[in-house]
């Protein structure tokens, strides 16, 4: 059966870095418990009765929107609140719920960094399956240190799906993704990387894994709030060169 094992994550504070926008804010993050280890292969295939390969692997290849449903799911398997609400694929959060959910990208961070300030938690070949172990596949979980939380493959072997949205003035839906995959340069692998993609956008190296934890507020949560996602997207002028076109 099914078993996801979640790390207690205390309550705490990060500095998140916008690096288009040359800001940075501090965030104050609540109490939150994230997965040891991204969601399997084997978790993926119980819960949503699809084929597993290679059972011990983090389930990869899964776009933003399949991710989410995956949450839902997982919460109905345990009888617990689904935490996200659909309007075809307008997807909202219900902060109130305490089903299984995305992290947001800041609580993603602070779990990963466990305390620590470098780019790394450990030496990175300790820590992560990279471009240096010269792997073609996503790799077993657990097989690398654990960060000072226990957690396993933060860094390296897939990138991670978040809540938040990754830049919506430049980028409209995109969603954050973190943490490196197991193809990517050391500079790709470290705590503090942004990338992101389409909501239906799959690749072989992105995964997820599961947060949980129900808030008092509504729109808000963890470093993420629906107003600031509309102050982000707001811009007015003709997009420049290289940004993507919105309301595709």
């Not at 705490?12 to 870095?17: A, D, E, F, Q, V």
């Not at 790709?188 to 992101?196: C, D, M, N, W």
């Not at 509309?230 to 420049?240: H, I, N, Q, S, V």
Request: charged share 25%.
């Amino acid at each position: 059966m099914t078993d996801f094992e979640m790390a207690r994550i205390p309550a705490g504070k990060l500095t998140l870095r916008d690096a288009r926008r040359s800001a940075q804010r501090e965030v104050v993050l609540e109490a939150f418990e994230i997965g040891v280890y991204p969601v399997t292969e084997e978790q993926f295939a119980e819960i949503l009765g699809v084929p597993a390969r290679y059972p011990d692997r983090p389930a990869a290849d899964v776009s933003w929107l399949r991710a989410v449903h995956f949450c839902n799911a997982a919460s109905e398997w345990e009888g617990l609140d689904r935490v996200y609400l659909f309007d075809g694929e307008d997807v909202s959060w219900d902060t109130t719920a305490d089903g299984y959910r995305l992290p947001t990208e800041a609580e993603w961070e602070y779990a990963c960094r466990a305390g620590s300030t470098g780019p790394h938690y450990a030496p990175l070949a300790d820590a992560a399956w990279t471009a240096a172990d010269g792997v073609g596949a996503p790799q077993k979980v657990g097989g690398k240190l654990p960060n000072l939380h226990g957690l396993f493959d933060t860094l390296g072997n897939v990138w991670e799906w978040c809540w938040d949205l990754l830049d919506p003035a430049r980028y409209d839906d995109y969603r954050v993704f973190r943490g490196g995959g197991f193809a990517d340069d050391a500079w790709s692998v470290r705590a503090s990387v942004r990338r992101g993609g389409a909501p239906r956008m799959h690749h072989e190296d992105l995964g997820l894994r599961l947060a949980r934890g129900g808030f008092d507020t509504e729109d808000a949560a963890q470093g993420w709030s629906a107003w600031t996602d509309r102050e982000r997207g707001a811009y007015d002028g003709p997009l420049p060169s290289g940004w993507t076109p919105r309301g595709r």
